[in-house]
């Protein structure tokens, strides 16, 4: 049981290039959670997904889309990276909406 | 809007010492509150949580918090530090129903030896 899988662990962008951070998760939770962290701010809602197919905004969406079609994957894109989205980034899942547990997290420098 | 308040962005203390970091939260309904820990270079991990039964709740290694309705605060205990506390610590709470959570802004935790 793997929990909650986040590639790759490291990236370096270029301004106005574009990627997919990737989450997956093995323990079959309807919520999946994608938040960034930075220093002193702690944690920050982007999107969040109550179920395949079902995806809504959190505190911070701009400049980020996410897609869900299966149970287990929840990818996070960004679209024209910016230095404001240096950043690590948390993917979480959990079966009741607020009990969940996180990956290891990918930190993001757009440079 | 719910809200989560950390008192203090760094708190140190000595092994053996009291450790106690405290979270405020705001919200006219008392939310489901979480302590999470972050070790260096890794996610968070669930020390433990309150969902509205015994109002003392234990957690792992040793840390307990205390949910007092009065005071809307949720502080994190642990009666002896041990150098392998040192991590930051996050408050975080869910209005039931809510299927998210909000959160302070983080604790960091030293132990002097």
């Known amino acids: 049981n793997a929990g909650v899988t986040q590639t790759p662990k490291f990236r370096i962008l270029k301004i106005g290039q574009s990627m997919t951070l990737q989450c997956t998760q093995d323990?079959?939770?309807?919520?999946m959670y994608w938040y960034r962290q930075d220093p002193g701010m702690g944690l920050k809602l982007i999107y969040y997904?109550?179920?395949?197919?079902?995806?809504d905004k959190g505190e911070v969406p701009n400049g980020y889309n996410v897609s869900r079609s299966t149970t287990e994957d929840f990818p996070l894109r960004l679209e024209l990276a910016a230095p404001s989205q240096t950043s690590v980034y948390f993917c979480?899942?959990?079966?009741?909406?607020?009990?969940?547990?996180f990956g290891p997290g990918t930190r993001l420098t757009v440079t | 809007a719910q809200s989560v308040t950390q008192l203090g962005s760094h708190v140190s203390v000595s092994e053996g010492a009291l450790v106690l970091l405290r979270c405020n939260y705001s919200?006219?309904?008392?939310?489901?509150l979480f302590w999470y820990v972050q070790y260096p270079n890794q996610g968070l991990q669930l020390l433990l949580k309150?969902?509205?039964?015994?109002?003392l709740v234990k957690g792992i290694n040793g840390f307990e918090a205390e949910f007092k309705k009065s005071e809307t605060s949720f502080h994190l205990t642990k009666p002896s530090a041990h150098m392998s506390d040192a991590a930051e610590y996050f408050c975080?709470?869910?209005?039931?129903?809510?299927?998210?959570?909000?959160f302070g802004q983080g604790t960091r935790l030293t132990i002097n030896p």
């Open positions: 919200s006219s309904v008392p939310p489901y």
């Open positions: 979480a899942s959990s079966v009741t909406g607020y009990e969940q547990y």
């Open positions: 323990m079959n939770h309807n919520y």
């Open positions: 309150y969902t509205s039964a015994a109002t």
């Open positions: 975080a709470a869910s209005i039931q129903g809510a299927q998210k959570l909000v």
């Open positions: 997904s109550v179920g395949a197919g079902i995806t």
